[in-house]
Protein backbone atom coordinates (compact mmCIF):
# COMPACT_ATOMS: atom_id res chain seq x y z
CA UNK A 1 0.00 0.00 0.00
CA UNK A 2 1.51 3.59 -0.88
CA UNK A 3 2.42 5.89 1.91
CA UNK A 4 0.31 9.12 2.03
CA UNK A 5 2.02 11.31 0.44
CA UNK A 6 3.08 14.16 3.69
CA UNK A 7 4.51 18.11 3.24
CA UNK A 8 8.30 18.38 4.24
CA UNK A 9 10.81 21.24 5.01
CA UNK A 10 12.72 21.89 1.92
CA UNK A 11 16.36 22.11 2.35
CA UNK A 12 18.96 21.51 5.35
CA UNK A 13 18.87 24.57 8.04
CA UNK A 14 21.91 25.92 6.34
CA UNK A 15 19.77 26.27 3.10
CA UNK A 16 17.18 27.93 4.97
CA UNK A 17 19.91 30.24 6.70
CA UNK A 18 21.14 31.34 3.35
CA UNK A 19 17.37 31.75 1.88
CA UNK A 20 16.98 34.28 5.15
CA UNK A 21 19.97 35.99 4.28
CA UNK A 22 19.64 36.61 0.99
CA UNK A 23 15.70 37.42 1.15
CA UNK A 24 16.96 40.09 3.38
CA UNK A 25 19.52 41.36 1.52
CA UNK A 26 17.53 41.80 -1.62
CA UNK A 27 14.87 43.71 0.79
CA UNK A 28 17.75 46.24 1.37
CA UNK A 29 18.80 46.39 -2.11
CA UNK A 30 16.51 48.72 -3.42
CA UNK A 31 16.70 51.36 -1.17
CA UNK A 32 20.47 51.59 -0.62
CA UNK A 33 20.66 51.94 -4.94
CA UNK A 34 19.23 55.80 -4.22
CA UNK A 35 22.16 56.68 -2.52
CA UNK A 36 23.38 57.12 1.14
CA UNK A 37 20.77 59.39 2.32
CA UNK A 38 18.42 59.38 5.81
CA UNK A 39 15.60 58.23 3.89
CA UNK A 40 17.55 55.02 2.29
CA UNK A 41 19.08 54.42 5.67
CA UNK A 42 15.81 54.59 7.56
CA UNK A 43 14.31 52.11 4.60
CA UNK A 44 17.01 49.84 4.68
CA UNK A 45 18.27 49.20 8.18
CA UNK A 46 15.52 47.02 9.50
CA UNK A 47 16.75 44.49 6.86
CA UNK A 48 20.13 45.03 7.21
CA UNK A 49 19.60 44.31 10.90
CA UNK A 50 18.31 41.28 10.41
CA UNK A 51 21.53 39.96 8.63
CA UNK A 52 23.56 40.90 11.88
CA UNK A 53 21.45 39.84 14.61
CA UNK A 54 22.63 41.82 17.24
CA UNK A 55 20.94 44.05 19.68
CA UNK A 56 21.18 47.47 17.20
CA UNK A 57 22.57 48.84 14.29
CA UNK A 58 23.42 52.36 12.97
CA UNK A 59 24.44 53.53 9.89
CA UNK A 60 26.01 56.91 9.57
CA UNK A 61 27.76 59.32 6.96
CA UNK A 62 30.98 60.89 8.40
CA UNK A 63 29.34 63.47 10.47
CA UNK A 64 26.41 61.87 12.43
CA UNK A 65 23.75 59.14 12.90
CA UNK A 66 21.46 58.65 9.64
CA UNK A 67 19.51 55.73 10.99
CA UNK A 68 19.31 53.60 14.13
CA UNK A 69 17.61 50.00 14.83
CA UNK A 70 16.93 48.07 17.98
CA UNK A 71 17.45 48.38 21.65
CA UNK A 72 19.52 50.84 23.49
CA UNK A 73 18.87 54.14 21.77
CA UNK A 74 20.20 56.26 23.88
CA UNK A 75 23.59 54.94 22.43
CA UNK A 76 22.72 56.63 19.37
CA UNK A 77 24.53 59.93 20.89
CA UNK A 78 27.76 58.07 20.52
CA UNK A 79 27.59 57.58 16.79
CA UNK A 80 28.58 60.42 15.44
CA UNK A 81 32.42 60.09 17.17
CA UNK A 82 32.53 56.42 16.66
CA UNK A 83 31.88 57.58 13.36
CA UNK A 84 34.73 60.23 13.07
CA UNK A 85 37.25 57.90 14.72
CA UNK A 86 36.30 54.78 12.23
CA UNK A 87 36.59 56.98 9.05
CA UNK A 88 39.70 58.56 10.26
CA UNK A 89 40.89 54.63 10.60
CA UNK A 90 39.91 53.84 7.23
CA UNK A 91 39.41 50.25 8.86
CA UNK A 92 37.08 48.70 10.55
CA UNK A 93 37.08 48.89 14.61
CA UNK A 94 36.31 47.83 17.81
CA UNK A 95 34.87 49.62 20.46
CA UNK A 96 34.63 48.25 23.99
CA UNK A 97 32.51 49.81 27.22
CA UNK A 98 35.16 51.93 27.58
CA UNK A 99 34.43 53.68 24.82
CA UNK A 100 30.41 53.49 25.20
CA UNK A 101 29.91 54.93 29.01
CA UNK A 102 26.45 53.88 30.17
CA UNK A 103 24.37 53.99 33.29
CA UNK A 104 21.32 51.78 32.15
CA UNK A 105 20.64 48.82 34.11
CA UNK A 106 20.11 45.92 31.67
CA UNK A 107 21.44 47.82 28.99
CA UNK A 108 22.05 44.70 26.10
CA UNK A 109 24.82 47.07 24.52
CA UNK A 110 28.56 46.72 26.07
CA UNK A 111 30.53 46.97 23.15
CA UNK A 112 30.71 48.08 18.94
CA UNK A 113 32.26 47.49 15.62
CA UNK A 114 32.41 50.03 13.63
CA UNK A 115 32.94 49.22 9.36
CA UNK A 116 33.71 52.05 7.01
CA UNK A 117 31.73 52.44 3.96
CA UNK A 118 33.79 53.07 1.09
CA UNK A 119 32.72 54.28 -2.42
CA UNK A 120 34.90 55.10 -5.32
CA UNK A 121 37.67 54.78 -2.63
CA UNK A 122 36.12 57.44 -0.33
CA UNK A 123 34.84 56.60 2.91
CA UNK A 124 31.43 58.03 2.59
CA UNK A 125 29.86 56.70 5.88
CA UNK A 126 29.91 53.40 8.32
CA UNK A 127 28.08 50.67 9.35
CA UNK A 128 28.08 50.17 13.05
CA UNK A 129 26.74 47.52 15.01
CA UNK A 130 26.42 47.36 18.89
CA UNK A 131 26.67 44.46 20.62
CA UNK A 132 26.56 42.68 24.62
CA UNK A 133 29.85 40.92 23.55
CA UNK A 134 31.85 41.94 20.14
CA UNK A 135 33.26 38.80 18.58
CA UNK A 136 35.88 38.26 16.10
CA UNK A 137 32.89 36.34 14.02
CA UNK A 138 30.44 39.45 14.34
CA UNK A 139 33.28 41.67 13.24
CA UNK A 140 33.82 39.91 10.27
CA UNK A 141 30.22 39.64 9.35
CA UNK A 142 30.10 43.51 10.13
CA UNK A 143 32.52 44.17 7.20
CA UNK A 144 31.02 41.60 4.97
CA UNK A 145 28.09 43.61 5.42
CA UNK A 146 29.60 46.87 5.23
CA UNK A 147 31.51 45.97 1.72
CA UNK A 148 27.84 44.88 0.52
CA UNK A 149 26.53 47.67 1.24
CA UNK A 150 29.18 50.06 -0.38
CA UNK A 151 28.52 47.89 -3.65
CA UNK A 152 25.13 48.76 -3.65
CA UNK A 153 25.84 52.31 -2.90
CA UNK A 154 28.48 52.08 -5.80
CA UNK A 155 25.72 51.12 -8.45
CA UNK A 156 23.68 53.93 -6.81
CA UNK A 157 26.70 56.50 -8.12
CA UNK A 158 26.76 54.97 -11.11
CA UNK A 159 23.20 55.16 -11.96
CA UNK A 160 23.57 59.33 -11.30
CA UNK A 161 26.46 59.44 -13.13
CA UNK A 162 24.28 57.69 -16.43
CA UNK A 163 21.55 60.16 -15.37
CA UNK A 164 23.88 63.24 -15.67
CA UNK A 165 25.18 62.05 -18.33
CA UNK A 166 22.05 61.14 -20.21
CA UNK A 167 20.61 64.81 -19.32
CA UNK A 168 23.85 66.37 -20.69
CA UNK A 169 23.41 64.06 -23.88
CA UNK A 170 19.59 66.05 -24.02
CA UNK A 171 20.91 69.03 -23.66
CA UNK A 172 23.37 68.63 -26.07
CA UNK A 173 20.51 67.38 -28.64
CA UNK A 174 18.53 69.94 -27.91
CA UNK A 175 21.23 73.04 -28.62
CA UNK A 176 21.74 70.95 -31.82
CA UNK A 177 18.05 70.94 -33.26
CA UNK A 178 17.13 74.43 -32.00
CA UNK A 179 18.92 77.10 -34.12
CA UNK A 180 18.10 74.69 -38.05
CA UNK A 181 14.63 74.41 -36.90
CA UNK A 182 13.71 77.37 -34.84
CA UNK A 183 14.85 79.72 -38.15
CA UNK A 184 13.09 77.79 -40.51
CA UNK A 185 9.89 77.91 -39.03
CA UNK A 186 9.50 81.20 -37.96
CA UNK A 187 10.43 82.42 -41.49
CA UNK A 188 7.40 79.93 -42.60
CA UNK A 189 5.23 81.13 -40.01
CA UNK A 190 5.83 85.26 -41.29
CA UNK A 191 5.41 83.92 -44.69
CA UNK A 192 1.70 83.52 -44.13
CA UNK A 193 0.98 86.26 -41.39
CA UNK A 194 -0.65 88.64 -44.25
CA UNK A 195 -1.62 86.00 -46.75
CA UNK A 196 -3.07 83.51 -44.30
CA UNK A 197 -3.28 85.11 -40.89
CA UNK A 198 -5.44 82.31 -39.53
CA UNK A 199 -3.03 79.67 -40.85
CA UNK A 200 -0.35 81.31 -38.95
CA UNK A 201 -1.70 81.81 -35.76
CA UNK A 202 -2.39 77.80 -35.89
CA UNK A 203 1.47 77.28 -37.04
CA UNK A 204 2.97 79.51 -34.17
CA UNK A 205 0.65 77.33 -31.85
CA UNK A 206 2.09 73.65 -33.11
CA UNK A 207 5.78 75.43 -32.41
CA UNK A 208 4.89 77.23 -29.07
CA UNK A 209 3.73 72.98 -28.37
CA UNK A 210 6.68 71.56 -30.31
CA UNK A 211 9.09 73.89 -27.96
CA UNK A 212 7.85 73.06 -25.31
CA UNK A 213 8.06 69.09 -25.74
CA UNK A 214 11.63 69.78 -26.81
CA UNK A 215 12.90 72.05 -24.27
CA UNK A 216 11.03 70.26 -21.00
CA UNK A 217 12.79 69.44 -17.70
CA UNK A 218 11.24 66.42 -16.22
CA UNK A 219 12.24 62.87 -17.42
CA UNK A 220 14.53 61.02 -19.41
CA UNK A 221 12.03 59.09 -20.74
CA UNK A 222 8.27 59.36 -22.74
CA UNK A 223 6.08 57.51 -24.45
CA UNK A 224 6.53 56.62 -28.32
CA UNK A 225 3.02 58.68 -28.46
CA UNK A 226 3.94 62.05 -27.36
CA UNK A 227 7.38 61.43 -29.39
CA UNK A 228 5.49 60.60 -32.46
CA UNK A 229 3.02 63.69 -31.78
CA UNK A 230 6.27 66.00 -31.38
CA UNK A 231 7.35 64.77 -34.56
CA UNK A 232 3.99 65.09 -36.71
CA UNK A 233 4.15 69.32 -34.64
CA UNK A 234 7.49 69.42 -36.03
CA UNK A 235 6.42 68.08 -39.82
CA UNK A 236 3.34 70.49 -39.96
CA UNK A 237 5.89 73.23 -40.00
CA UNK A 238 8.21 71.90 -42.20
CA UNK A 239 5.51 71.43 -44.87
CA UNK A 240 4.64 74.80 -44.71
CA UNK A 241 8.37 75.50 -45.74
CA UNK A 242 8.37 73.30 -48.33
CA UNK A 243 4.34 72.74 -49.57
CA UNK A 244 3.73 69.84 -51.85
CA UNK A 245 7.40 69.54 -51.74
CA UNK A 246 7.14 67.08 -48.71
CA UNK A 247 5.33 64.18 -48.73
CA UNK A 248 4.90 62.27 -45.35
CA UNK A 249 3.34 59.09 -44.53
CA UNK A 250 2.99 57.92 -41.14
CA UNK A 251 2.14 54.18 -40.13
CA UNK A 252 1.92 53.45 -36.34
CA UNK A 253 0.32 50.40 -34.74
CA UNK A 254 -2.01 51.47 -31.22
CA UNK A 255 -0.40 48.99 -28.80
CA UNK A 256 2.62 50.51 -29.41
CA UNK A 257 1.93 54.07 -28.61
CA UNK A 258 2.36 53.53 -24.42
CA UNK A 259 5.76 51.97 -24.96
CA UNK A 260 8.47 54.43 -23.20
CA UNK A 261 11.43 55.28 -25.32
CA UNK A 262 14.41 57.87 -24.75
CA UNK A 263 13.27 61.60 -25.06
CA UNK A 264 14.02 63.08 -28.44
CA UNK A 265 15.01 59.99 -29.80
CA UNK A 266 12.85 59.95 -33.16
CA UNK A 267 12.26 63.54 -34.42
CA UNK A 268 16.27 63.97 -34.88
CA UNK A 269 15.86 61.35 -37.36
CA UNK A 270 13.13 63.11 -39.01
CA UNK A 271 14.90 66.06 -39.14
CA UNK A 272 17.70 64.63 -40.52
CA UNK A 273 15.23 62.58 -43.22
CA UNK A 274 14.64 66.46 -43.97
CA UNK A 275 17.25 68.37 -44.06
CA UNK A 276 20.30 65.45 -45.91
CA UNK A 277 17.30 63.58 -47.78
CA UNK A 278 14.57 66.66 -49.05
CA UNK A 279 16.28 70.12 -48.80
CA UNK A 280 18.85 69.70 -51.71
CA UNK A 281 16.48 67.30 -53.47
CA UNK A 282 14.85 68.32 -56.44
CA UNK A 283 11.51 68.05 -56.67
CA UNK A 284 11.33 67.27 -53.03
CA UNK A 285 10.44 63.83 -51.58
CA UNK A 286 8.75 62.10 -49.37
CA UNK A 287 9.10 60.61 -45.82
CA UNK A 288 7.81 57.16 -44.38
CA UNK A 289 7.54 56.77 -40.43
CA UNK A 290 6.43 53.54 -39.39
CA UNK A 291 5.67 51.97 -36.05
CA UNK A 292 4.85 48.10 -35.29
CA UNK A 293 4.61 45.52 -32.18
CA UNK A 294 7.30 42.62 -32.80
CA UNK A 295 6.99 40.26 -30.16
CA UNK A 296 8.93 41.66 -27.61
CA UNK A 297 9.96 44.53 -29.16
CA UNK A 298 8.77 48.13 -30.73
CA UNK A 299 10.09 48.40 -34.01
CA UNK A 300 10.27 52.48 -35.57
CA UNK A 301 11.48 53.37 -39.47
CA UNK A 302 12.12 56.53 -40.38
CA UNK A 303 12.56 56.21 -44.33
CA UNK A 304 13.08 59.05 -46.85
CA UNK A 305 13.75 58.86 -50.65
CA UNK A 306 15.89 62.02 -50.92
CA UNK A 307 19.84 61.79 -51.91
CA UNK A 308 21.50 59.54 -49.67
CA UNK A 309 24.47 59.39 -47.99
CA UNK A 310 28.01 58.05 -47.46
CA UNK A 311 27.59 54.80 -45.56
CA UNK A 312 31.29 55.81 -44.20
CA UNK A 313 30.21 59.63 -43.42
CA UNK A 314 27.44 57.47 -41.37
CA UNK A 315 29.88 55.28 -39.60
CA UNK A 316 31.24 58.08 -38.29
CA UNK A 317 28.19 60.61 -36.75
CA UNK A 318 27.49 56.94 -35.33
CA UNK A 319 31.21 56.80 -33.51
CA UNK A 320 30.22 59.93 -32.16
CA UNK A 321 32.84 62.21 -34.49
CA UNK A 322 32.45 66.01 -34.28
CA UNK A 323 32.11 68.76 -36.82
CA UNK A 324 29.83 66.40 -39.28
CA UNK A 325 26.34 67.74 -40.46
CA UNK A 326 24.59 65.17 -38.72
CA UNK A 327 21.54 66.24 -35.80
CA UNK A 328 22.60 63.81 -32.97
CA UNK A 329 22.51 60.74 -35.46
CA UNK A 330 25.55 59.21 -32.66
CA UNK A 331 23.92 60.88 -29.81
CA UNK A 332 20.57 58.93 -30.30
CA UNK A 333 22.19 55.78 -30.88
CA UNK A 334 24.64 56.22 -27.66
CA UNK A 335 21.03 56.55 -25.37
CA UNK A 336 19.49 54.24 -26.97
CA UNK A 337 22.63 51.75 -26.35
CA UNK A 338 23.00 53.08 -22.78
CA UNK A 339 19.24 52.46 -21.89
CA UNK A 340 18.70 49.54 -23.52
CA UNK A 341 22.55 47.78 -23.66
CA UNK A 342 24.08 47.18 -27.29
CA UNK A 343 21.64 45.41 -29.06
CA UNK A 344 19.56 48.17 -29.53
CA UNK A 345 22.01 51.08 -31.38
CA UNK A 346 20.43 52.44 -34.36
CA UNK A 347 20.70 50.62 -37.92
CA UNK A 348 21.24 53.25 -41.20
CA UNK A 349 20.37 51.59 -44.53
CA UNK A 350 21.64 54.69 -46.83
CA UNK A 351 24.05 54.51 -49.96
CA UNK A 352 24.35 58.30 -52.37
CA UNK A 353 21.11 58.33 -54.21
CA UNK A 354 19.37 55.30 -52.77
CA UNK A 355 17.48 57.40 -49.68
CA UNK A 356 18.11 56.45 -46.06
CA UNK A 357 16.06 54.11 -43.92
CA UNK A 358 17.17 54.72 -39.78
CA UNK A 359 15.43 51.46 -37.61
CA UNK A 360 15.07 52.08 -33.67
CA UNK A 361 14.20 49.15 -31.91
CA UNK A 362 13.38 49.45 -28.40
CA UNK A 363 12.20 46.43 -25.95
CA UNK A 364 8.23 47.11 -24.98
CA UNK A 365 9.38 46.91 -21.15
CA UNK A 366 12.70 47.40 -19.77
CA UNK A 367 13.29 47.32 -16.02
CA UNK A 368 13.78 50.99 -14.37
CA UNK A 369 12.30 52.62 -18.09
CA UNK A 370 9.69 54.29 -17.26
CA UNK A 371 8.16 57.57 -19.16
Not at 17 to 46: C, D, K, Q, V
Not at 149 to 172: C, I, K, W
Not at 275 to 301: F, K, M, P, T
Not at 348 to 353: I, L, M, N, Y
Request: aromatic share 6%; with cysteine.
Amino acid sequence: MPRPWRRRHLGTEADRATFRTLHSASLAAPALRAGLTAESAERSIRHLHDLLGSPALAMTDTAGVLAWHGSGQHHEEQCGRIAALTVEAGRTRVYDRHDLPCDLPGCDVRGAIASPLVVDERVVGTLQVFATAPTAGLARATDEVAAWVASQLELAELDASRNRLMEAEVRAMRAQISPHFIYNSLGAIASFVRTDPDRARELLLEFADFTRYSFRRHGEYTTLAEELRSVERYLLLEQARFGERLQVTLRIAPEVLPVAVPFLCIQPLVENAVRHGLESAEGGGAIRIVARDQDQECVIEVEDDGVGEDPDVVRRALAGETGLDSVGLGNVDGRLRTTFGDDYGLVVETAPGAGTRVVVRVPKFAPGVHA
